[in-house]
């Protein structure tokens, strides 16, 4: 069956750096990759979107890559706040719906 | 602009109870997702509607879920009878367009117990 998997262990970084959260998929090919970021309590919220034949996009301190080769997409945070921890959940479209990975906890440590 | 809506914010209840969920999308938006978040399973798409008609009903786990859309500005996610196992925080959201580009809009979701 179709799956967007995501490392379920969180993932640790001190302030200042670059957070990369990894995102694979397996069993279909997507059109496109959407990437939200969640915060306890609250509902996902929309980050960036990347079509299958854009190979970066760019938004601030966010990139995101597509890979179609590898299966994968890549999910950069540059210059990492404390602000930037939150769970990153990315999502596979699979016409006209989309199949969630089960997310990555951010921790960015001052 | 108001977000996507949704009330209760919480419910706790009985097993064998019916539990009604309910949910405003952004004015504007032809299509309403309802999903449902568990540690185990994570973020998993019961339904969707398009212009208020339900488009995919694959995801809902059986007969005791049921969803409707009356008109464009509101819809409810009915179970009946609720089950400890389906405790859960369901969320709902709205986007406009051709979906697979369009970014979905989420309310801050219903945490339902059922006991």
């Known amino acids: 069956s179709q799956k967007i998997e995501q490392n379920s262990e969180a993932l640790n970084i001190q302030e200042g750096k670059t957070a990369t959260l990894t995102c694979n998929y397996t069993n279909y090919s997507p059109a496109y990759l959407q990437w939200y970021r969640q915060d306890p309590g609250r509902g996902p919220v929309f980050l960036l979107l990347?079509?299958?034949?854009?190979k970066e996009k760019r938004k601030e301190r966010l990139k995101v890559t597509f890979d179609t080769t590898l299966k994968q997409s890549l999910f950069h945070i540059t210059a990492s706040q404390p602000a930037d921890s939150a769970t990153y959940l990315c999502?596979?479209?699979?016409?006209?719906?989309?199949?969630f990975g089960s997310g990555t906890k951010l921790n960015v440590k001052p | 602009d108001a977000g996507v809506i949704q009330s209760p914010r919480h419910e706790v209840t009985e097993m064998g109870q019916e539990v009604t969920l309910r949910c405003k999308p952004i004015?504007?938006?032809?299509?309403l997702f309802w999903y449902r978040q568990t540690m185990m399973r994570g973020l998993e798409l019961l339904i969707y509607f398009n212009n208020n008609v339900p488009i995919d009903d694959s995801g809902m786990p059986e007969d005791r879920f049921s969803a409707k859309m009356p008109n464009a500005s509101f819809s409810t996610l009915k179970i009946q009878p609720s089950e400890p196992r389906d405790s859960a925080v369901y969320f709902c959201?709205?986007?406009?367009?051709?979906?697979?580009?369009?970014?979905?809009?989420f309310g801050d979701g219903t945490r339902l117990s059922i006991l």
């Open positions: 959201a709205s986007s406009s367009g051709q979906n697979s580009n369009q970014p979905q809009h």
């Open positions: 990347i079509r299958e034949n854009e």
């Open positions: 999502a596979g479209d699979n016409f006209n719906k989309f199949y």
């Open positions: 004015s504007g938006h032809d299509y």
